[in-house]
């Protein structure tokens, strides 16, 4: 009789513990899917303006606003509420895979999104980021 109401306890708590890490891991897997979405707008966003100012970039994502994108919170971060990173001067004439906007912390299991200029959205871990970032920064550009 005991070894059942253990048993039984047991079970309890073990359920609690699991009923209390799946909103944890419900809400982080949500932010990352909302950050991936955010990303995905920017850079439609970002080519539609582009198309509309022959091919050059907003000097800033807030000149997106209201026209390209309705809220300014697409650009903030759902994990950490941190503001994305936008890297001004840039043109559709640059490289495919250059990074145009990005998250200032890994905050999704110590990666980060980033977003390309040809609209691609990609989660990379601090090495990775770093390369692309500087692979971007050293590419000569068309004037």
Request: hydrophobic fraction near 40%; charge should be negative.
């Amino acid at each position: 009789m005991k070894r059942a109401i253990v048993a039984a306890v047991l079970a309890l708590l073990v359920l609690l513990v699991v009923l209390m890490l799946l909103p944890v891991s419900g809400f982080s897997r949500g932010a990352r899917n909302r950050c991936r979405y955010n990303m995905g707008l920017i850079g439609a966003a970002l080519g539609e303006y582009a198309a509309h100012h022959g091919g050059a970039f907003p000097p800033s994502l807030k000149h997106l606003v209201p026209k390209y994108i309705d809220h300014e919170e697409t650009f903030v971060c759902a994990m950490d509420h941190a503001t994305y990173t936008y890297v001004p001067g840039l043109t559709t004439a640059d490289p495919e895979w250059v990074v145009v906007v990005y998250e200032p912390e890994p905050y999704h299991e110590s990666r980060r999104f980033v977003l390309y200029r040809n609209g691609e959205v990609e989660l990379l871990d601090d090495g990775e980021f770093e390369q692309k970032l500087k692979a971007g920064r050293d590419e000569p550009r068309e004037p």
